[in-house]
């Protein structure tokens, strides 16, 4: 297939675009193969063009188009949630440009995508890719503990093909028990470790749901795996994310629960994360409500309610409280699942850990959290994040999980201004590149994938080009070694103005207020102790 099949006009002159809280602007509107471009047209003084608008067209969530005499409208629903309008004269050259830009978003081929094209001269192909290795994470762990080894048992992706070639498992269970838990388990997603409690030592780990199916059936190599974990009159929580119902159900799909009698050790609570379609409509209703200019206070009350966003970042946060409770208050070990242990279950361990470990909570923790926690462990952003909260395509299988997963941070940094070492600006940047990006750290639903398709070969890693950038920090950042417990009653939940509403208000004074922070953060050389922390940061909250 060759781009310029698709692209039916490339060039259209006068054009305006609009854009809320901006002054319209008339320039030369160009289509290539990745990008929709506006300039301004030169002024009669002899000024120079200017670039008004650099769109990646993968961005373009859903294409509208309005007709009238000779001349047409078309508005861009962007999956970044920014709504553009075009005003193009010429009806034949409206629907040209809106065929084009349908065409070139929609490519399924992950290496007709722009990362695979883009070259920026400052950066090397190789650089980033290895800022945060797995096997280096694991191999701490290993010299921590000798209960715990590092294994390729799926160096070959065979075993399980959403996990990484390197998992972190009980040392005294060989890889062939993997094996056959492996088989044992949706997705073939054994439990594996996600992270390791160094104050006392405790575990959390994750796996997808086993598959006793109607008739109960057992496997004694996963039972001896989860056995192993434990140590003489050790305990363990097995946190389903579903809820006992839909727990109860699954026996007869096929799927199910660890049986008591088979797991004597590990006592099993349900606390039930929507996923899927229901995510994926709640996040379309809230962009839906932020968008309606016509709304009065009751009306957005209303609609805000009606979403359901701020229950599932509510009960996503208390989830996470009570993992990071068996963790740290209880001691005890925790295995998280649900159904396929890619969506709910990564949120769960990830939150967790930025709840528990200051180092999650630094830029670099970060980072590699999300390296490790989201991408490593096989979170399917392709299928995922393939459409954003405006599109008309039928839903298959996107839902915003990862999205939820940064707006729960986000009120983490709120609650806690100073023990976050990233900005609100990062959690705004993931959330754009990981539905649409230059660069190839979000491309694919797995590591099996990515490695098919060269994407560490042939793209550009995320990581390097935000490190090169001073933005990303917070300048009032002091680290805190102690647990944030956050508060998840209903008032302390807010709407994430910065990201919903960004678009709708100028943002400018914003952008001005973190100056100014930065500013006299730097020139008074801010040190901000313990004893200076809110109460919220020294009292943990009780969970539901």
Known sequence: MEFAELIKTAKVNNVVLSRPGLAPVKGTLCITSHHLLLSSQAGGNGEQSQMELWLLIRNVDAVEKRLANAAGTITLKCKDLKILHLEIPGMEECLNIASSIEALSSIESVMMTYPFFYRPQSMKLEN???????????????SDTGNWRLSSVNEDFTVCPSYPP????????DDEALRKSACFRQGRR?????YYHKKNGSVMLRSSQPLSGPNRK???????????????GDRGFILDTR??????????????????????????????????????????????????????????????EASKWLSHIKMALNTACLAAQCL????????????????????????????LDPDCRTLAGFQGLVEREWIQAGHPFSLRCARSACSHARLKQEAPVFLLFLDCVWQLGRQFPFSLEFSEHLLLTLFEHSYASPYGTFLCNNEQERKLCEVKEKTHALWAWLNSRDKY?????????????????PQSVLLWQGLFLRWIRPSHYL???????KKIAGNSQVHIEQSSRTPQEQIPAQTD
């Not at 054994?190 to 996600?194: E, G």
């Open 190 to 194: 054994f439990p594996v470790l996600s």
């Open 218 to 232: 057992r496997c004694r190599e996963d039972e001896l795996l989860l056995g192993a974990v434990l140590e003489q």
């Open 511 to 517: 952008d001005e207020a973190q100056a100014e922070i």
């Open 166 to 173: 390197v998992v972190m498992v009980p040392a005294a269970v």
């Open 128 to 142: 980033g890719w290895q800022l945060y290795p797995l096997e280096k994470y694991y191999q701490q762990i290993a």
């Open 328 to 355: 740290e208050r209880e001691e005890a070990y925790v295995l998280v699942h649900g159904y396929e242990g890619t969506d709910t279950t990564l949120l769960v361990t990830a939150l967790a850990q930025v709840i």
């Open 473 to 489: 920090r917070n300048p009032l950042y002091a680290r805190n070694p102690l647990v944030i417990w956050p508060s998840v009653e």
């Open 243 to 304: 809820s006992a119902q839909a727990a109860k159900q699954a026996h007869m799909t096929g799927g199910g629960t660890e049986h008591r009698a088979a797991y004597p050790c590990w006592k099993r609570l349900h606390r039930p994360l929507e996923r899927g379609r229901p995510l994926q409509e709640s996040f379309t209703k809230l962009v839906e409500a932020c968008l309606d200019p016509s709304n009065s206070m009751d009306r957005w009350l209303a609609k805000l």
